[in-house]
């Protein structure tokens, strides 16, 4: 007897049906996806995209299974020889089932929630949603805020940009493709290429568990899909909009300063936003369909823009407007069913018109700005500022035989970084030096000479731009051999970041200040180790620039895996991964080269009752993430500053450049070459990594609903970071008998493991030549690198049946440890890998505690409801906890001083002392020091937020038309999310900040957004 599958919904409902879910992912190419199933041994099982006609057959085998894979994301029908037929969805890396067996004499009819059943071919962790989900769900046009919607995900700090934290990890520690190509930016690894949201197919969000194709990440992996065209030629016109007087006016935040409120003219605010504009419309143009019907295939975008944002300052406003364009294009050729060819280029370069405005005068007193007026006054300045740029991606999919297929991928990416022309202001005299004059003003600097301030530097004009590059080779094979399905591959990719260097303005590139004995602010007299006498005047000089240089990395990795079907239930995966880093300094020297640092990956997944409706499974694995290039440039790039003490005899009477009479002390002249690659990197260093084990269970209960339960460990193994504390190096130094070394030989800042002794070079007897040695970590004091998070998350889905369909998630988790990762919260600090964490022990005093990613629970709810044909309806909950609160305060330098200059002690004290408030010791009321500790002062508040959306597609316009208006934060929950943390007033004062933990961040006002789109 024939069966035959019917479903009772339109195909938009089962492409919801099987997007709104949280599913492992099925080993497939990482663009692509796949069908398995059962069916009767020996039969043929056809497969056909329904929108291009690619079509392929496999013949099921004895154990009466099948695996269809590489299949381009789309709508597929599916027969075998026996008449039994079918519908699915396939979404990008994930595994659709289908049974085409006849269970009993009756005729079995499913449901679109079919279409959503549970993948036990994979033990991965993913959630995938589609443009439909896009449409529908009340979600900003952007990769985060879709990937936010994922279990295990919360927003990072809003320091870094609308970023996402996964599984406790720092948000600069995710990796995002498009089309299977990586698009995190090298540099900082805090940002993507931006695509053309409506080109995206769909998107799919890996939180954990993922196979041995995928390093370079501790977090999540986001994959983007583009669009393709079909047999059938689609356009579409869209327009969206966010206009700023539809949205709700923010917070403003003023100080508690008394000092500061007394004065008429002061700072009264620590934030103000009232005055704030923010207005964007895009319009967008699509147009996909065949150059050669079933063949050859063509989808493009093109999305201009009118955005003009407004922002007021303390002393100044800008506005911001742009109107430079972006683009995709997708081209797919067939040249056989199992031959296929893509190419995707994007065009991303964004120019930004911006102004920049000095405040209006005050009426009382003309000479003095005020403050955030929210009016802009006289234009200071124009220019343009430049950044992105181009993506292109080249791929080749085939199967080469019945059982081995093979993928090729060439990928290149260009971004510049924030380039502004032009670079120096109309009018503005670079060759007046900057000088400041302190000599007699108890109100502090006094401006001589004919320099503009605000260009202090100048650009390196033989360094047009500053941009990083990525070029990427990648080639995945696949060999099915009996039970098991073999995977195996290499990627590399060449990673380059074009630094641009400066020089201070002045014909001499010198910058002067000039200084009194005795005059305010100068109690001391003696001046770089001459003692000088009251009333005299001298002068500082400092030359100073930074060289514009090229920095290279390289990451590549090699990998295997197997998939093995044990039996008819239960599915092993064993991978491995070797990973390889190499990062380069501006002469090519490699200071970091890690050879094949092995990952291993452990997993399984059992079908419980055989027919995917039960699953249990479990992956083990290891994650390495690469030194980011922003280390190259901080670490071994060259910038100095010789500092040098003068006596003059009066100066130029239009540039105020001294006369020098004679020199005080003996000048700091800084090396002018890239620093040794065996100095400032240990010479064991090992990359960071992470070890993580998932036990999940999955259910399908009746034909609706899927619920799952699931426990996660992560753990960083070793970490990376730098250590800025020459003074404890030269003590040990010192204790070894090396009493001829110069300090100064040693490295400001040296990238090691903490907890681990370090293994560097240093001239120790000042005679040139660099030696090994292993300086114990008992002079440096740190403690090893400590993060781990602990989750235990339950999800549920409905399909999208009888009109509704339901989604969601809770999570409890606890993310611990004594650094946040690659980035610091606390201190807004984004430098990947050489924070200030571990630059001296005193800064990891009490640092164990809950981190800034910790959200102790964390709701997701969202779902549509169809009200009518025409309207559908959606929203989406999110509630989630409140953050540990912290004191940040000056470290206890003064224990560190000592006599005479360059002692250790002193050494150290130099150090510490330009630190800001960036540790756990606090002064309590009392005015003394104390040390606090992680969470000590409770938690911020809970935030809750919902969104809803209206979508409206009215049948007199033949279904082409479609309204949409999206209403995020509808309650206008303004919760705080970021605050005040210094509890110390200044360095060296024993006040308490009167601003301390006053809120500084809330959560997004309420704001609407309008969309039209019509397709034909």
Same mark, same amino acid.
Not at 471 to 482: F, H, K, P, S, V
Not at 520 to 547: C, M
Not at 768 to 794: H, Q
Not at 827 to 841: M, N
């Given at each position: 007897?024939?069966?035959?599958?019917?479903?009772?919904?339109?195909?938009?409902?089962?492409?919801?049906?099987?997007?709104?879910?949280?599913?492992? =992912?099925?080993?497939?190419?990482?663009?692509?996806?796949?069908?398995?199933?059962?069916?009767?041994?020996?039969?043929?099982?056809?497969?056909?995209?329904?929108?291009?006609?690619?079509?392929?057959?496999?013949?099921?085998?004895?154990?009466?299974?099948?695996?269809? !894979?590489?299949?381009?994301?789309?709508?597929?029908?599916?027969?075998?020889?026996?008449?039994?037929?079918? /519908? &699915?969805?396939?979404?990008?890396?994930?595994?659709?089932?289908?049974?085409?067996?006849?269970?009993?004499?009756?005729?079995?009819?499913?449901?679109?929630?079919?279409?959503?059943?549970?993948?036990?071919?994979?033990?991965?962790?993913?959630?995938?949603?589609?443009?439909?989900?896009?449409?529908?769900?009340?979600?900003?046009?952007?990769?985060?805020?879709?990937?936010?919607?994922?279990?295990?995900?919360?927003?990072?700090?809003?320091?870094?940009?609308?970023?996402?934290?996964?599984?406790?990890?720092?948000?600069?520690?995710?990796?995002?493709?498009?089309?299977?190509?990586?698009?995190?930016?090298?540099? !900082?690894?805090?940002?993507?290429?931006?695509?053309?949201?409506?080109?995206?197919?769909?998107?799919?969000?890996?939180?954990?568990?993922?196979?041995?194709?995928?390093?370079?990440?501790?977090?999540?992996?986001?994959?983007?899909?583009?669009?393709?065209?079909?047999? *059938? %030629?689609?356009?579409?016109?869209?327009?969206?909009?966010?206009?700023?007087?539809?949205?709700?006016?923010?917070?403003?935040?003023?100080?508690?300063?008394?000092?500061?409120?007394?004065?008429?003219?002061?700072?009264?605010?620590?934030?103000?936003?009232?005055?704030?504009?923010?207005?964007?419309?895009?319009?967008?143009?699509?147009?996909?369909?065949?150059?050669?019907?079933?063949?050859?295939?063509?989808?493009?975008?093109?999305?201009?823009?009118?955005?003009?944002?407004?922002?007021?300052?303390?002393?100044?406003?800008?506005?911001?407007?742009?109107?430079?364009?972006?683009?995709?294009?997708?081209?797919?050729?067939?040249?056989?069913?199992?031959?296929?060819?893509?190419?995707?280029?994007?065009?991303?370069?964004?120019?930004?018109?911006?102004?920049?405005?000095?405040?209006?005068?005050?009426?009382?007193?003309?000479?003095?700005?005020?403050?955030?007026?929210?009016?802009?006054?006289?234009?200071?300045?124009?220019?343009?500022?430049?950044?992105?740029?181009?993506?292109?991606?080249?791929?080749?999919?085939?199967?080469?035989?019945?059982?081995?297929?093979?993928?090729?991928?060439?990928?290149?990416?260009?971004?510049?970084?924030?380039?502004?022309?032009?670079?120096?202001?109309?009018?503005?005299?670079?060759?007046?030096?900057?000088?400041?004059?302190?000599?007699?003003?108890?109100? +502090?600097?006094?401006?001589?000479?004919?320099?503009?301030?605000?260009?202090?530097?100048?650009?390196?004009?033989?360094?047009?731009?500053?941009?990083?590059?990525?070029?990427?080779?990648?080639? @995945?094979?696949?060999?099915?051999?009996? @039970?098991?399905?073999?995977?195996?591959?290499?990627?590399?990719?060449?990673?380059?970041?074009?630094?641009?260097?400066?020089?201070? &303005?002045?014909?001499?590139?010198?910058?002067?200040?000039?200084?009194?004995?005795?005059?305010?602010?100068?109690?001391?007299?003696?001046?770089?180790?001459?003692?000088?006498?009251?009333?005299?005047?001298?002068?500082?000089? %400092?030359?100073?620039?930074?060289?514009?240089?090229?920095?290279?990395?390289?990451?590549?990795?090699?990998?295997?895996?197997?998939?093995? =079907?044990?039996?008819?239930?239960?599915?092993?995966?064993?991978?491995?991964?070797?990973?390889?880093?190499?990062?380069?300094?501006?002469?090519?020297?490699?200071?970091?080269?890690?050879?094949?640092?092995?990952?291993?990956?452990?997993?399984?997944?059992?079908?419980?009752?055989?027919?995917?409706?039960?699953?249990?499974?479990?992956?083990?694995?290891?994650?390495?993430?690469?030194?980011?290039?922003?280390?190259?440039?901080?670490?071994?790039?060259?910038?100095?500053?010789?500092?040098?003490?003068?006596?003059?005899?009066?100066?130029?009477?239009?540039?105020?450049?001294?006369?020098?009479? #004679?020199?005080?002390?003996?000048?700091?002249?800084?090396?002018?070459?890239?620093?040794?690659?065996?100095?400032? &990197?240990?010479?064991?260093?090992?990359?960071?990594? /992470?070890?993580?084990?998932?036990? #999940?269970?999955?259910?399908?209960?009746?034909?609706?609903?899927?619920?799952?339960?699931? +426990?996660?460990?992560?753990?960083?193994?070793?970490?990376?970071?730098?250590?800025?504390?020459?003074?404890?190096?030269?003590?040990? $130094?010192?204790?070894?008998?090396?009493?001829?070394?110069?300090?100064?030989?040693?490295?400001?800042?040296?990238?090691?493991?903490?907890?681990?002794?370090?293994?560097?070079?240093?001239?120790?007897?000042?005679?040139?030549?660099?030696?090994?040695?292993?300086?114990?970590?008992?002079?440096?004091?740190?403690? *090893?690198?400590?993060?781990?998070? !602990?989750?235990?998350?339950?999800?549920?889905?409905?399909?999208?049946?009888?009109?509704?369909?339901?989604?969601?998630?809770?999570?409890?988790?606890?993310?611990?440890?004594?650094?946040?990762?690659? &980035?610091?919260?606390?201190?807004?600090?984004?430098?990947?890998?050489?924070?200030?964490?571990?630059?001296?022990?005193?800064?990891?005093?009490?640092?164990?505690?809950?981190?800034?990613?910790?959200?102790?629970? $964390?709701?997701?709810?969202?779902?549509?409801?169809?009200?009518?044909?025409?309207?559908?309806?959606?929203?989406?909950?999110?509630?989630?906890?409140?953050?540990?609160?912290?004191?940040?305060?000056?470290?206890?330098?003064?224990?560190?001083?000592?006599?005479?200059?360059?002692?250790?002690?002193?050494?150290?004290?130099?150090?510490?002392?330009?630190?800001?408030?960036?540790?756990?010791?606090?002064?309590?009321?009392?005015?003394?020091? *104390?040390?606090?500790?992680?969470?000590?002062?409770?938690?911020?508040?809970?935030?809750?937020?919902?969104?809803?959306?209206?979508?409206?597609?009215?049948?007199?316009?033949?279904?082409?038309?479609?309204?949409?208006?999206?209403?995020?934060?509808?309650?206008?929950?303004?919760?705080?999310?970021?605050?005040?943390? /210094?509890?110390?007033?200044?360095?060296?004062?024993?006040?308490?900040?009167?601003?301390?933990?006053?809120?500084?961040?809330? =959560?997004?006002?309420?704001?609407?957004?309008?969309?039209?789109?019509?397709?034909?």
């Amino acid at each position: 007897m024939k069966v035959k599958w019917t479903f009772k919904r339109s195909m938009t409902a089962l492409a919801v049906a099987s997007c709104l879910c949280t599913l492992p =992912q099925a080993y497939a190419n990482n663009a692509f996806g796949s069908v398995y199933g059962k069916a009767e041994s020996g039969v043929v099982i056809t497969i056909k995209n329904d929108n291009t006609g690619l079509s392929r057959q496999v013949t099921v085998g004895a154990d009466g299974r099948f695996n269809i !894979k590489n299949l381009p994301v789309g709508r597929y029908s599916v027969v075998d020889s026996m008449g039994n037929s079918a /519908q &699915v969805a396939v979404n990008v890396g994930t595994g659709s089932n289908i049974t085409l067996l006849q269970e009993g004499p009756e005729r079995i009819t499913v449901v679109g929630a079919r279409v959503a059943s549970i993948d036990t071919t994979s033990v991965e962790s993913t959630s995938v949603f589609s443009a439909d989900d896009f449409q529908l769900l009340p979600v900003g046009r952007d990769l985060t805020s879709v990937a936010l919607l994922a279990p295990g995900t919360v927003k990072g700090d809003s320091g870094f940009g609308n970023l996402a934290s996964f599984g406790g990890s720092s948000v600069a520690e995710n990796g995002y493709y498009l089309n299977g190509f990586d698009i995190t930016d090298n540099r !900082k690894l805090l940002s993507f290429a931006n695509i053309p949201f409506d080109a995206i197919a769909s998107q799919q969000v890996k939180t954990g568990g993922y196979g041995a194709e995928y390093g370079r990440s501790l977090g999540g992996v986001v994959n983007q899909v583009t669009k393709s065209g079909t047999n *059938e %030629w689609q356009f579409s016109a869209s327009i969206h909009t966010n206009l700023d007087a539809l949205r709700a006016e923010p917070k403003d935040v003023k100080t508690r300063n008394e000092d500061t409120l007394a004065d008429p003219y002061g700072d009264h605010y620590l934030k103000y936003r009232k005055a704030n504009t923010y207005d964007a419309t895009s319009y967008v143009l699509t147009a996909g369909g065949p150059l050669i019907e079933d063949k050859l295939f063509v989808f493009a975008t093109y999305e201009g823009f009118h955005n003009e944002d407004n922002y007021f300052y303390n002393d100044e406003s800008l506005n911001v407007k742009r109107t430079s364009p972006q683009g995709l294009v997708k081209l797919d050729w067939y040249l056989t069913d199992d031959h296929i060819f893509e190419f995707t280029g994007v065009y991303n370069k964004k120019i930004e018109d911006r102004i920049i405005y000095d405040n209006p005068h005050s009426i009382e007193d003309p000479d003095y700005r005020l403050t955030y007026t929210g009016q802009h006054g006289e234009v200071r300045r124009e220019f343009e500022r430049e950044s992105g740029g181009h993506i292109a991606i080249a791929k080749y999919t085939g199967a080469i035989t019945d059982d081995f297929s093979l993928s090729v991928m060439l990928g290149d990416l260009k971004s510049v970084n924030d380039k502004d022309s032009p670079e120096v202001p109309d009018g503005v005299d670079t060759s007046c030096n900057r000088i400041w004059d302190s000599r007699d003003n108890a109100r +502090g600097l006094v401006q001589r000479g004919c320099w503009t301030q605000g260009t202090v530097s100048i650009l390196d004009p033989d360094t047009p731009e500053e941009y990083s590059t990525r070029t990427a080779i990648r080639i @995945d094979g696949e060999y099915q051999l009996g @039970d098991h399905a073999i995977r195996f591959g290499f990627d590399e990719e060449r990673l380059s970041s074009v630094d641009r260097g400066w020089v201070y &303005v002045g014909d001499d590139r010198k910058y002067y200040r000039y200084f009194k004995v005795g005059a305010p602010n100068h109690s001391y007299t003696k001046v770089n180790g001459v003692e000088l006498e009251p009333g005299q005047e001298y002068v500082r000089i %400092w030359d100073g620039a930074k060289l514009s240089a090229e920095y290279k990395s390289t990451n590549s990795a090699v990998y295997i895996e197997d998939s093995w =079907q044990f039996n008819d239930d239960l599915m092993l995966y064993a991978g491995l991964r070797w990973e390889s880093f190499k990062n380069e300094n501006a002469d090519g020297a490699a200071f970091v080269d890690a050879k094949n640092e092995l990952a291993p990956r452990l997993g399984f997944s059992w079908d419980v009752d055989g027919n995917s409706e039960k699953k249990l499974f479990a992956s083990l694995g290891r994650y390495f993430i690469p030194v980011p290039g922003n280390t190259n440039e901080r670490l071994s790039g060259v910038s100095y500053r010789d500092v040098s003490y003068h006596y003059f005899d009066g100066q130029d009477p239009r540039t105020w450049v001294p006369n020098i009479t #004679g020199d005080i002390g003996q000048a700091n002249v800084e090396n002018k070459q890239s620093p040794n690659p065996g100095s400032i &990197v240990a010479q064991d260093l090992r990359p960071m990594f /992470q070890d993580e084990f998932i036990l #999940g269970y999955q259910q399908q209960i009746d034909d609706d609903w899927t619920v799952g339960i699931k +426990g996660i460990y992560r753990k960083i193994q070793n970490g990376m970071d730098d250590f800025c504390s020459p003074g404890d190096i030269y003590q040990w $130094a010192l204790d070894q008998g090396y009493t001829d070394m110069d300090w100064h030989d040693i490295p400001t800042c040296i990238v090691l493991n903490p907890g681990e002794d370090l293994d560097f070079q240093v001239d120790t007897n000042n005679d040139d030549t660099l030696e090994d040695v292993v300086v114990p970590n008992s002079y440096l004091g740190l403690p *090893e690198y400590d993060r781990d998070y !602990k989750a235990l998350e339950l999800s549920f889905n409905r399909g999208f049946i009888d009109g509704w369909n339901l989604g969601g998630s809770y999570v409890w988790s606890k993310s611990q440890g004594n650094v946040e990762g690659y &980035v610091n919260s606390g201190l807004g600090q984004d430098d990947p890998g050489i924070t200030q964490d571990f630059d001296h022990r005193l800064f990891q005093e009490n640092t164990y505690g809950y981190t800034p990613n910790d959200r102790r629970h $964390a709701f997701k709810v969202y779902g549509s409801y169809e009200v009518t044909p025409e309207v559908i309806m959606s929203v989406s909950f999110n509630a989630t906890s409140g953050q540990a609160k912290n004191c940040l305060g000056y470290v206890p330098y003064e224990q560190f001083e000592g006599y005479p200059s360059n002692t250790p002690e002193d050494i150290t004290y130099d150090r510490l002392a330009r630190y800001s408030a960036s540790s756990f010791y606090c002064r309590n009321e009392n005015g003394e020091r *104390e040390l606090t500790s992680k969470g000590q002062y409770g938690r911020t508040p809970w935030t809750f937020n919902t969104d809803l959306s209206v979508r409206y597609t009215p049948k007199w316009a033949d279904d082409k038309l479609a309204l949409r208006a999206r209403l995020l934060n509808v309650f206008n929950s303004q919760q705080t999310v970021g605050l005040e943390s /210094q509890g110390d007033f200044a360095r060296d004062s024993t006040q308490i900040n009167p601003d301390f933990h006053v809120p500084l961040d809330f =959560q997004t006002p309420r704001r609407l957004y309008l969309s039209l789109t019509y397709n034909f």
